[in-house]
């Protein structure tokens, strides 16, 4: 016991030591994070809403999602870009959805925060220039009803196909989806 007594104030001083470098680092870093988020945010618009122009989106919230009006070069209504977010098979998978102006069109959606399996779950973000990437299945569809997940070809235009082993990860995406077209959608028109 007094080995054990003599060998522990070891231990916890460098519990305490690296508590507190971790903290500092945290501080230290945390402007350069929210600047990262906010760069990664406005990225994800630009690639959502055709047609934005160089205003930037006006941002509001409906049910405690941030939404943002975007507008073009004429000050004409582009679009909306809606953030939503969901726990995925692992951590939180965050995303921003694109609309048409008038919301019955799904302009695109980007991933923006996973930490889903890599080689598996990831694919929700991987590279557009695969023939199979999967954001791109969102991309032109009518918002009139709730997307139903498949794993063989989709049948039906409200189908859209699971990525191979990330079925997961799949459906939390579309859940997201789901919800922002089912439960934001109908709330747009209060924000013309």
């Known amino acids: 016991m007094k080995k054990f007594i003599d060998e522990s104030w070891l231990v916890l001083l460098m519990g305490i030591g690296f508590a507190c470098l971790l903290a500092g680092a945290q501080t230290g870093l945390n402007d350069r994070i929210q600047d990262n988020k906010k760069a990664a945010l406005n990225q994800g ?45 692992v951590d939180t998978i965050e995303l921003v959805a694109g609309l048409s102006p008038d919301g019955n069109t799904i302009t695109g959606i980007k991933v923006l925060v996973q930490n889903e399996t890599p080689g598996l779950g990831d694919k929700i973000t991987t590279d557009p220039a695969e023939k199979n990437f999967y954001p791109r299945q969102y991309t032109g569809r009518s918002t009139n009803g709730p997307f139903s997940l498949t794993k063989q070809d989709p049948q039906n235009p409200n189908d859209i196909q699971a990525i191979t082993g990330a079925t997961y990860s799949s459906q939390y995406v579309m859940d997201i989806v789901n919800d922002i077209i089912m439960r934001i959608k109908p709330q747009l028109d209060q924000h013309r």
């Open 45 to 89: 618009i630009a690639e959502v809403v055709p047609d934005l122009g160089s205003e930037a989106p006006t941002m509001f919230e409906i049910d405690g999602n941030n939404v943002y009006k975007c507008l073009d070069n004429n000050g004409q209504l582009a679009g909306w870009a809606i953030v939503g977010s969901t726990g995925g098979f």
